[in-house]
């Protein structure tokens, strides 16, 4: 199933009061061109975050961006630095000895201290849920961007099918245009001779045909109308298949444009050119849509 590289995905993903956004765009390109925007304390997991989108997207430009943020400020769980306290309380308590405070170290004075208290979303844990928080809704987006890519690549495929159809049925009457046109070509070749060469002696009957033979070989597009037809089933076995396909197409396509180009030049026909030149017209419009698939 072919996969188009243009599509939008957003997610978002929520667990103990933290909620991650990721929103992910990609556009056509020839290989994969990957850019992350991250939450400034996790720029070290870049990479990780490339390879995830890696493994799914194989082609296109893609960025994406990913921010975190907790729903409930006020029920961050805090818990006291006891070996913190110990030390400002001791500090408070030179301070007022060495000053000759009488007045003892109270709680407030403790509490100018932000230092003594650490939220849980800081320790080595609470980045841990929050990386998980991230990639969840990663992954979300990244599947509803494959789901669009795959809804487009839908609507390709129809329309590479459609087109293909056409150029089979076109090719077919260029077959029948070229086989009729060799033979009115060879009969009017043996009758223009037969009128310029009243001696038979200067030219044998066999030589003749021979020479008639190989003007006819030069005119004849048997080869080439198979081996375009056989690009034309290749092109619709790589449309089904589950690998990514674009650049095989790709491939293809050109293969058919020499095709149909050594046919044109092949061609004595004015009506065979004229097919010619809307086969050349069709492949085209495949060619530049061959160009947004992965």
Known sequence: MIESMTGYGHAEANADGLRATAEIRSVNNRFAEISVKLPRQFSSREQEAKDLIRK??????????LLIEREMQANLPIRVKPEIVKSYTTL?????????IMEPVKMEHLL??????????ETPDAEVAEWQVITDALTAAIAAIKDMRRKEGLELKK???KRLTYIGETLERVEKLSIETLAATRDRLRDKVKDLLTDESVISR????????????????????VRFRSHNKFFLEALESEEPS???????????GREANTIASKSQNAEIAHLVVSL???????REQIQNIE
């Open 159 to 161: 329309d590479f099918v």
């Open 246 to 256: 674009g650049r095989k197409l790709n491939f293809l396509m050109q293969e058919q």
């Open 112 to 121: 100018r201290f932000s230092e003594i208290f650490e939220s849980n979303a």
């Open 280 to 286: 050349k017209e069709e492949l085209e419009k495949m």
């Open 206 to 225: 066999e030589r003749l045909e021979m020479e008639i033979l190989l003007l006819a070989d030069k005119m004849d597009i048997t080869e080439e109308c």
């Open 92 to 100: 408070l308590e030179n301070v007022r000895s060495a000053s000759g």
């Open 56 to 65: 799914e997207l194989q082609r296109g430009k893609i960025s994406a961006t």
